[in-house]
């Protein structure tokens, strides 16, 4: 019995981040601009997954459209 060893090689997917100002300006969190601009930190860059997450466990899911 032979047995093959397949090698598959795993890549992450690397999430672009942005920074505060950028995230405030997005139109897709139009809705959250004050609650953004009070809970995210200047000079520190999220990716949306961040930004979701943090609308989330505060308001709750389904909130972020």
């Not at 060893?5 to 139009?30: N, R």
């Not at 009070?38 to 505060?58: H, K, P, R, T, W």
């Amino acid at each position: 019995k032979t047995t093959k060893t397949i090698e598959t090689e795993q890549t992450e997917q690397i999430e672009q981040k942005f920074s505060k100002t950028q995230i405030v300006a997005a139109k897709k969190y139009g809705n959250h601009v004050d609650f953004l601009n009070g809970n995210l930190v200047d000079g520190q860059e999220y990716s949306f997954s961040e930004v979701d997450a943090l609308i989330e466990n505060y308001y709750g899911k389904g909130q972020v459209k």
